[in-house]
T-cell receptor, first 109, second 117 residues
Framework: GQNIDQPTEMTATEGAIVQINCTYQTSGFNGLFWYQQHAGEAPTFLSYNVLDGLEEKGRFSSFLSRSKGYSYLLLKELQMKDSASYLCAVQDSNYQLIWGAGTKLIIKP | GAVVSQHPSWVICKSGTSVKIECRSLDFQATTMFWYRQFPKQSLMLMATSNEGSKATYEQGVEKDKFLINHASLTLSTLTVTSAHPEDSSFYIC?????????????FGPGTRLTVT
């Protein structure tokens, strides 16, 4: 079966760094996405990885290891507005997105 | 670019009535759109894939006669919840793929919050 695992909830301090992990088992792989979703709003795109390695985009970075079925999203210099749910999604062989349940990130001052 | 709109943003209806939600790609043509449902504190659940000019592909467990999807043009897909019941109350989100983008990234509309009383 297809499965995406990520922690349910994480807490971090403003100004700090946090790493959100995602492991996956899917039928085929055509890229991994990270989306941010604030409560009551639709998801917004953060990053896309299809090759192994680290993709850096400002305060956010995303890493992928296809051999390990593993990715992480790294958030630096945390701000209160980063409090949100972070969704990991894998695109399978049919280019369908398989979604994780999301990680709720709580930022404390 | 790649803006997706939804209308209405929220709707309250009585049990037994039907509600139509529109999803539009504003600055691109979307051959494929997706409809999701999300319950509180849960992740997105794909309901169906909508292809322009053809019948939608529904996910297992989603009633096609209850959730009618029409993708009549390259910029518009509609979801009609027929004979709505309180258990249909949810956050409905559409998304569209941008063609010619190798990542097949999906852009999401702002969502429609449906409350059935």
């Amino acid at each position: 079966g297809q499965n995406i695992d990520q922690p349910t909830e994480m807490t971090a301090t403003e100004g700090a760094i946090v790493q959100i992990n995602c492991t996956y088992q899917t039928s085929g792989f055509n890229g991994l996405f990270w989306y941010q979703q604030h409560a009551g709003e639709a998801p917004t795109f953060l990053s896309y990885n299809v090759l192994d390695g680290l993709e850096e985009k400002g305060r956010f970075s995303s890493f992928l290891s296809r051999s390990k079925g593993y990715s992480y999203l790294l958030l630096k210099e945390l701000q209160m507005k980063d409090s949100a749910s972070y969704l990991c999604a894998v695109q399978d062989s049919n280019y369908q997105l398989i979604w994780g349940a999301g990680t709720k990130l709580i930022i404390k001052p | 670019g790649a803006v997706v709109s939804q209308h209405p943003s929220w709707v309250i209806c009585k049990s037994g009535t039907s509600v139509k939600i529109e999803c539009r790609s504003l600055d691109f043509q979307a051959t494929t759109m997706f409809w999701y449902r999300q319950f509180p504190k849960q992740s997105l659940m794909l309901m169906a894939t909508s292809n322009e000019g053809s019948k939608a592909t529904y996910e297992q467990g989603v009633e096609k006669d209850k959730f009618l999807i029409n993708h009549a043009s390259l910029t518009l897909s509609t979801l009609t919840v027929t004979s709505a019941h309180p258990e249909d109350s949810s956050f409905y989100i559409c998304s569209a793929r941008v063609p010619d983008r190798g990542s097949y990234e999906q852009y999401f509309g702002p969502g429609t919050r449906l409350t059935v009383t």
